[in-house]
């Protein structure tokens, strides 16, 4: 069955009807499509005090964004010092950027205990990648990004001295399996 | 080559453009004072941008192409708001006489005019701290060269995925010797306007995004001129829709 396309501008129902979700927005009394694409409603959840639904529009390929506070992100490191480590921000959720993003993980906002004692050496190295939740849209140059929660932190790493591609060993420690030689980061907790 | 002496044995000269005014209300082109002319619209031809578009206006061709969300440079600062910004340049082979590779002053106009009227369309709010870029290629600039740029914009951002609150559909009409005004001027008629108008019009709310009034205007000939245009804006709009929805479908097979 062929979905309608609707346009952008395209009214998709009253504003009091529904709550505008990603790809639309309320105008005035109506809630409008922003975005080419198809209509889909979401109802609310039980619990949520708005029962009315959510509207979205859903665009076909891929939806090129910008990191938004509360994204879960993956980025490159590309340099470190005591304060912070400076990260280039590759994805977006399940979608490559077309462009780099620049982004900071201060040495506050590594880990979500003992803040004042993190050193960002032993928790980042240059090369990395990293899974961070975009935290503010930071300043001018950068977006602050932070790994404050278990699932978050260095996905993949590769040893110093061999090259080779290091395998979670703690949630603070990588192990070469070559060598066996150990390397401190700050490891995501991936669910498996 | 010219034979010394003698009469240079061929020169390639420009004719001389019709007389254009409109007589008896028919125009050079057979049209009537209110018909715009055949129009073509498409998405999707520049692989390697976000969204572009073609579109013609008669014989006037033109191609937008829109590349982003980027992000901005710091020395822009941080925003809040997305920045849009539009570069409109007409292709050396254009226009009757060979023109300029660099932009001009007058692509440089016609880029702030096509960059006011789209920006009002766009939901900058969804890409702070980045930036989108539409560049638009006049191909050949037979008369509404920058309705037809906005138009072309304005679809490329839709083939694009940037947010916007709606399509922006742009009309220009032309005052001839004699008073006619007539819409979507063709280059002939351009060239000998007394007066031109442009409006461009976000259409779903009726709310105009862009207004441009060249020559002596009355306040009633504005208004007759501004619900002229808002016609053939409307018209152009369900033919944007149109194509936005046969692009989608094509794309879901």
Redesign the interface.
């Known amino acids: 069955m062929?979905v309608p396309?609707v346009?952008?501008?395209?009214?998709l129902c009253a504003a009091s009807e529904a709550i505008a979700g990603s790809?639309a927005?309320v105008?005035g009394e109506a809630i409008?499509a922003?975005?080419?694409?198809?209509v889909r409603r979401v109802p609310a959840d039980a619990a949520a005090p708005d029962q009315r639904p959510t509207i979205e529009v859903i665009?076909?390929?891929l939806?090129?964004?910008?990191p938004k506070p509360g994204d879960i992100i993956t980025a490159k490191v590309v340099r470190i010092n005591p304060r912070l480590a400076a990260v280039d921000v590759l994805c977006v959720g399940d979608i490559p950027l077309?462009?780099?993003?620049?982004g900071t993980i201060r040495r506050q906002d590594v880990r979500a205990t003992e803040v004042d004692s993190v050193a960002i050496a032993d928790s980042f190295r240059p090369g990395d990648l990293v899974r961070a939740e975009v935290l503010s849209?930071?300043?001018?140059?950068s977006?602050f990004l932070g790994t404050a929660r278990n699932e978050l932190g260095v996905v993949y790493a590769r040893h110093s001295t061999s090259g080779q591609a290091m395998v979670a060993h703690s949630w603070q420690e990588m192990r070469c399996p070559e060598t066996q030689a150990v390397e401190k980061r700050k490891v995501a907790k991936i669910a498996s | 080559m010219a034979a010394p002496g003698g009469e240079p044995a061929s020169i390639l000269v420009l004719q001389p453009l019709p007389e254009s005014a409109p007589v008896g209300g028919q125009r050079v082109d057979g049209r009537s004072l209110e018909n715009a002319r055949d129009i073509l619209l498409r998405t999707g031809l520049v692989s390697q941008a976000?969204g572009s578009s073609y579109v013609e206006f008669g014989d006037t061709k033109v191609m937008a192409a829109v590349y982003?969300?980027?992000?901005?440079d710091?020395r822009?600062?941080?925003s809040?708001r997305?920045f849009l910004t539009v570069d409109v340049k007409l292709a050396s082979f254009a226009t009757r006489e060979r023109g300029r590779v660099q932009q001009g002053p007058a692509e440089r106009e016609m880029s702030e005019a096509v960059g006011t009227a789209l920006r009002a369309?766009v939901?900058r709010e969804?890409?702070?701290?980045?930036a989108v870029d539409v560049w638009v290629t006049v191909l050949e600039a037979d008369g509404s060269e920058a309705a037809a740029a906005t138009t072309a914009g304005a679809l490329a951002l839709?083939?694009?995925?940037v947010?916007?609150?709606?399509?922006v559909a742009a009309c220009s009409l032309a005052r001839m010797e004699g008073g006619a005004v007539v819409v979507d001027p063709c280059g002939a008629e351009q060239a000998q306007q007394t007066a031109s108008a442009m409006l461009a019009v976000?259409?779903?709310?009726d709310l105009v995004t862009g207004a441009e009034l060249q020559g002596q205007w009355t306040s009633q000939e504005a208004r007759e001129a501004v619900v002229l245009a808002l016609g053939g804006c409307r018209e152009l709009a369900e033919a944007?829709?149109e194509t936005?929805?046969e692009?989608?479908?094509e794309?879901?097979q």
């Open positions: 062929a396309v346009c952008p501008g395209d009214i790809g927005h105008e409008r922003s975005l080419v694409g198809s665009r076909r390929g939806q090129q964004g910008t077309d462009t780099t993003f620049t849209l930071g300043d001018s140059r977006y | 976000a982003g969300p980027r992000p901005t710091r822009e600062g941080f809040q997305g369309a939901l969804h890409f702070p701290k980045a839709a083939d694009a995925g947010p916007m609150r709606d399509l976000m259409p779903s709310a944007m829709q936005l929805q692009a989608a479908a794309a879901a």
